[in-house]
């Protein structure tokens, strides 16, 4: 079993649609959930991360993380087709170990 | 402020070869990471430089390694070139030390071992 599971779609949704985008890990030392968006050819945007359980928001994007089903979402409303692009889930342990596990990334296709 | 830069853009190599990619940090960052993504995955850990140290290291072989200078700036080597080492590599920096959570990208190599 990976460490990350993300389902890789691809999903194509409505302009304006909610978006739900997940993923799960097995690893209950993580302590850290990012969230990053990757253009075509591009490298990794960071859009947001949390600490530990939680929701955080920032403008459409709504991340949650639930350490106890080991399920982190991120929630885009109003989606644009600007928002067409892959996103990665990535996770961290705590303390000095910098490096990130990431998922696969799920495709995500926004129609005008 | 300038973003974490890679160069070269593209590179093309043959099984066997050798090459060198190079990052430059953000300005006030002082660690860097390398990430290696294959076609459809996501990025997978090689290693990290904190103050010019190695500060972590994935499960690469050792003909991958990398050097950090006082400027901050980076470099991925790898020897050796095996076709499944095509990839795009990339370099993230952060600030705040080893224990940054965020990460910067920048646009990455894409390498490619014919």
């Known amino acids: 079993q990976k460490e990350v599971e993300q389902d890789p779609g691809p999903l194509s949704v409505p302009e304006g649609a909610i978006v739900s985008l997940n993923c799960t890990y097995s690893?209950?030392?993580?302590?850290?959930f990012m969230w990053y968006r990757q253009y075509s050819r591009k490298g990794p945007e960071l859009l947001m991360y949390?600490?530990?359980?939680g929701n955080k928001e920032d403008g459409r994007f709504t991340a949650q993380v639930d350490k106890s089903s080991k399920y982190i979402s991120l929630f885009i409303r109003d989606s644009q087709p600007s928002d067409s692009a892959t996103y990665l889930c990535?996770?961290?342990?705590?303390?000095?170990?910098?490096?990130?596990?990431f998922g696969k990334g799920t495709k995500l296709s926004v129609k005008p | 402020e300038t973003g974490v830069t890679q160069s070269p853009t593209h590179l093309i190599k043959t099984r066997g070869q050798q090459v060198t990619l190079r990052c430059s940090s953000q300005s006030g960052h002082n660690t860097v990471s390398w990430y290696q993504q294959a076609l459809g995955q996501g990025p997978q850990f090689i290693f990290q430089?904190?103050?010019?140290?190695?500060?972590g290291r994935g499960n690469f072989p050792p003909r991958f390694s990398g050097l950090q200078f006082p400027n901050y700036s980076s470099e991925l080597n790898v020897n050796a070139l095996e076709l499944d080492d095509s990839a795009l590599y990339l370099c993230?920096?952060?600030?705040?030390?080893?224990?940054?959570?965020?990460?910067?990208f920048g646009p990455g190599t894409r390498l490619t071992v014919t």
């Open positions: 990535a996770m961290r342990y705590g303390g000095s170990q910098g490096n990130l596990i």
């Open positions: 690893n209950s030392a993580f302590q850290y």
């Open positions: 430089y904190y103050r010019e140290e190695e500060n």
């Open positions: 949390t600490y530990s359980s």
């Open positions: 993230a920096s952060s600030p705040s030390g080893r224990a940054s959570v965020e990460q910067y």
